[in-house]
């Protein structure tokens, strides 16, 4: 693992490498569009380089590694949720407004949920989210531990809808024989109402339960 600190935390540019011609936010901005474009497997230095009309080693003096490159990406697009709205009186529906921002994100860069669990850490634009987050939670009245779970399930549940709006939709068991389950004979038979609004119905169960 190495030792060096947080690409944030590293100036602009380094010493190793050729003469940058290009910024690091423009580095960034060309492996976001290469990822939204055709996923995460498309971005690569020597990719994002060609993208820019550069040879890869000019990369190397804003960058050490793909690693850091994927950190900048993902803290540049959650930047997207700014301006930050409003707290408003009523904290769940507050609440329910940022994980609706959040699967908007998660909407337009589908390649986010492959890449938050790889990033070394924090960056600032998502520091800023989750502090706007507990902002809109400090009048709820439970400990910090409750507050931080409740947004990292928050989160889990938008990455599950994310996930499943891109799935391939599950089997159908009308083209199957069910004759010797006979649970799901009765739940086919009557199937009930579809029920709207399942994401913000999770939502609101967990944080009932939660807070």
Known sequence: MSDAPPIWNRPQRGSRGPQATHSRAEIVQAAIGLADAD???AVSMRAVAAALGTGAGTLYRHLSSRDDLLDLMAD????ELRPHPGAGADWTEALLGLARLQLGLYRRHP??????PRTSG???EALGWFDHCLGVLAPVPADNAAKFE???LMTGVVTLFARSERSAPPPAFTALDVT???NLVVAIGDPGTPRPDLFERTLRGLFSALL
């Open 39 to 41: 996923g995460l497997d």
């Open 76 to 79: 540049r697009v959650v930047g």
């Open 111 to 116: 390649w986010l949920i492959e890449v938050l």
């Open 122 to 124: 924090f960056g600032p």
């Open 150 to 152: 409740t947004l990292a």
């Open 180 to 182: 010797a389950y006979p």
